[in-house]
């Protein structure tokens, strides 16, 4: 059996409630989360390993640009 190494973008946020969560953008549906960093980590490797054996199409990774914050106004109705 041939394995194949593959590299992901992994987004980790932490929620309001001190939780991280992850996701692979390049793979829909595939995320998890957990109360720490290493956990977390561990997660989505599992997770991706479940959704690339659950995908049937081909995924390729994409390249990895950056991250920019972006700042909106939102309109208030009163």
Known sequence: MEKQVMD???????DEDG????????????YTQGKDLPEVIERIKE???VCLEADEEEIAPLKFIGIQ?????KKIIM
């Open 47 to 49: 997770a991706i390993e």
């Open 19 to 30: 939780i991280y969560t992850a996701r692979v953008t390049e793979i829909d549906g595939c």
């Open 8 to 14: 992901f973008t992994v987004l980790i946020e932490q």
């Open 69 to 73: 914050k972006v700042q909106v106004e």
